[in-house]
């Protein structure tokens, strides 16, 4: 029975799967751990893009929401700066 399962896993898990689960297990602890951060002390800011751009090397849905944020983020820096958005027309 051991040998079988030592002999499917050398044939099923290959490096391609080794590197998703570890890029899983490590992005999503730091996301998780950025997601904490938003109501407990620290920069929560700066370690949720991090843990989805951990997820973003192996996720697409990690690249969405990487992107989703990004853009977020620069309309509120430029509604803070008070620029308008590139598509609109500037205020009179």
Do not use: C
């Amino acid at each position: 029975m051991r040998g079988r399962l030592r002999a499917w896993l050398r044939r099923t898990i290959t490096y391609r799967w080794a590197r998703r689960i570890v890029v899983a297990v490590i992005g999503g602890t730091i996301l998780l751990i950025g997601i904490a951060m938003v109501v407990l002390p620290g920069p929560a800011i700066v370690v949720v893009p991090l843990g989805l751009g951990v997820l973003g090397l192996e996720f697409a849905w990690a690249r969405h929401w990487l992107r989703k944020l990004r853009a977020t983020a620069t309309d509120v820096v430029n509604r803070v700066r008070g620029r308008s958005k590139p598509d609109q027309p500037p205020p009179r």
